[in-house]
């Protein structure tokens, strides 16, 4: 099996930068579950959205438009962990964060693709 914690979140002003990790456990990332590894969100009242995702390789990555030029995805497969930097923070951004990983090694915009889901971690960003 596959088990993804999220860590890093919190309340922060808007402009602010945060970077979100999501440690993967399994034997070695990229040989099952999470060769690919996405991050969505959920704020309140809304449904859970694509926000970023990134291939085993590192090679692919995918992006909300929303989110552009202001988050990057990275991850080290020898450490187990995929990041999100999220810099420019804005109150829209305020949402519980989810990583979520699949085995096929194309990344996706879908949640219905992915097979792995971690608990989320609360992101606030304040006006």
């Known amino acids: 099996q596959v088990q993804l914690v999220e860590s890093g979140g919190g309340l922060v002003q808007a402009g602010d930068s945060l970077r979100l990790s999501c440690a993967v456990s399994?034997?070695?990332?990229?040989?099952?579950?999470?060769?690919?590894v996405g991050w969505f969100r959920q704020a309140p009242g809304k449904e859970r959205e694509f926000v970023a995702a990134?291939?085993?390789?590192?090679?692919?990555?995918l992006y909300q438009d929303s989110v552009k030029g202001r988050f990057t995805i990275s991850r080290d497969n020898a450490k187990n962990t995929v990041w999100l930097q999220m810099n420019s923070l804005k109150p829209e951004d305020t949402a519980v964060y989810f990583c979520?990983?699949?085995?096929?090694?194309?990344?996706?915009?879908?949640?219905?693709?992915?097979?792995?889901w971690g608990q989320g971690t609360q992101v606030t960003v304040s006006s």
């Open positions: 990134i291939s085993r390789d590192g090679y692919i990555n």
């Open positions: 399994e034997r070695t990332v990229g040989t099952h579950g999470a060769n690919t």
């Open positions: 979520a990983g699949r085995p096929s090694y194309t990344p996706t915009v879908t949640m219905a693709d992915y097979d792995y």
